[in-house]
C-alpha cells in the first residue's frame, strides 16, 4: 500500500479503502464519512481522493501510425482507446503528437421481444457506464445528418442501485 497520503486533509482522520465505481475510477473516502444511498448525501466528512486509473497498455496498434494503443477512461467513465504516441499540451491545449484516438461504446444484444410500436426485434443496450435500455433495432443515429432514424422506441431499465453507481453523480467535483 501507498502510504504517503493515507490522512485526510480536512479532519486528520485515516483515509478509508479504495473503491472502485461502476465506470472504473477509483477513489478513497475519509474514514469519517460515508455515502448514504438513501439520502443521496455524504455523511460525515465529505473528503474523497480521487486516484488516477493508469492507462492500460493494449496489443492493438494504431492503424495511423503503428504505435501502441492505450485504454483511457475519461473523467465521466467513457472509455477509449488511443495511440500511445499522441498526448495532450496542457499549457497550449493542443494534441501533439498521433492524434488517434477511438470511443468504446457499449454493447447490444438480442432480445426475444419485438417492439410495441412497429413490431419489429427489440436488442437490450448497454452503454459503457453499464446502463442499460431496450430499444428497437430498426432504430438507428445518422451521424452525418444528426437525428434518429428508423423506430425511436426505447425503454430504460432500472439500474442496478449500487451505492458507487449513484454516489458519483453526487460527489463534489474533482480538484
Ligand atoms: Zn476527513
Ligand atoms: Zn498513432
Ligand atoms: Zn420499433
Redesign the pocket.
Known sequence: MNEQNDVCPKCGANLGEVTETATGRKLQRCSKGSWNPQTHKNEGCEYVKWLEVPPQELEE???????N?IMQVTRFGKKMK?????SWDKDKKIAV????VEWINGTTEKLDETCPKCGEPLVLFTTVAGKKMKKCSTGGWDSAAKKATGCEYVLWLKPGQTVSDNGEEFLPPEE
Open positions: 496498434k494504431c492503424p495511423k501510425c503503428g504505435a494503443l488511443k495511440c500511445s504516441a499522441g503528437g498521433c492524434d488517434y
